[in-house]
C-alpha cells in the first residue's frame, strides 16, 4: 500500500474544493486580480488550479490527463505578474488557506509551498 498522501491527511477532494472556491471568491473581486482571468472561464479556471493542487499533493492525476505537462512558468508568461499581483495572489490564498483550519503542520506545508510557488510565478520586476 503507497503511504497516505497530503492530499489524502487533510481530508482529499472536499477540502481541495474549499480552498479553491473561496481563493477564487477573493480573486474575482480583487480589482488587481480579476482582470487578468478568463471572463467567460471562471469555472474552468477554478478546476484547472483544483486539478493542479490535488495532483501535486497527491491525489488524483486529472490535471495532467487533461492539460499535459503542467510547465506553469510558461503557462503564466502571458499575464504580467509583478510584485502587487503576486501579493494579492498570495492574500487570497491565506484567506483561503486560513479558512480549513488545517493543523500547524499541514498549514505551514501548505503554505510553505503556496509562497514559494507564488514567486516563482512573478515574471515582472520594477526595473524592467
Ligand atoms: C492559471 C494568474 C500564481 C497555478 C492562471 C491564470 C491566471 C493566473 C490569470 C489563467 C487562468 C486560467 O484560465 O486557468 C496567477 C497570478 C499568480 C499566480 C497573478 C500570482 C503569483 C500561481 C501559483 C500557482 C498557480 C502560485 C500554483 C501553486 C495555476 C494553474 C493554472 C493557472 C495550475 C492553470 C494552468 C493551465 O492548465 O492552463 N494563473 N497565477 N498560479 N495558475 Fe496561476
Same mark, same amino acid.
Given at each position: ?11 482529499? +477532494? ?36 483544483? +486539478? ?17 505537462? @503542467? ?32 493543523? @500547524? ?24
Amino acid at each position: 500500500p503507497s503511504a497516505r498522501t497530503f492530499y489524502d491527511e487533510v481530508g482529499g +477532494a472536499p477540502v481541495f474544493e474549499r480552498l479553491v472556491a473561496r481563493f477564487y471568491a477573493g480573486v474575482r473581486s480583487d480589482p488587481v486580480l480579476a482582470p487578468l482571468y478568463p471572463q467567460d472561464d471562471w469555472e474552468g479556471a477554478e478546476w484547472r488550479l483544483r +486539478a493542479f493542487l490535488t495532483q501535486y499533493w497527491g491525489g488524483p492525476t486529472t490535471y495532467s490527463e487533461q492539460r499535459g505537462h @503542467p510547465r506553469l512558468r510558461m503557462r503564466h508568461a502571458p499575464f504580467a505578474i509583478g510584485a502587487a499581483q503576486r501579493d494579492a495572489w498570495l492574500s487570497h490564498m491565506r484567506a483561503a488557506v486560513d479558512s480549513l483550519e488545517l493543523s @500547524p503542520e499541514q498549514d505551514a506545508t501548505l503554505w510553505g509551498y503556496m509562497e514559494m510557488a507564488a514567486r516563482s510565478m512573478q515574471n515582472r520586476w520594477p526595473d524592467d
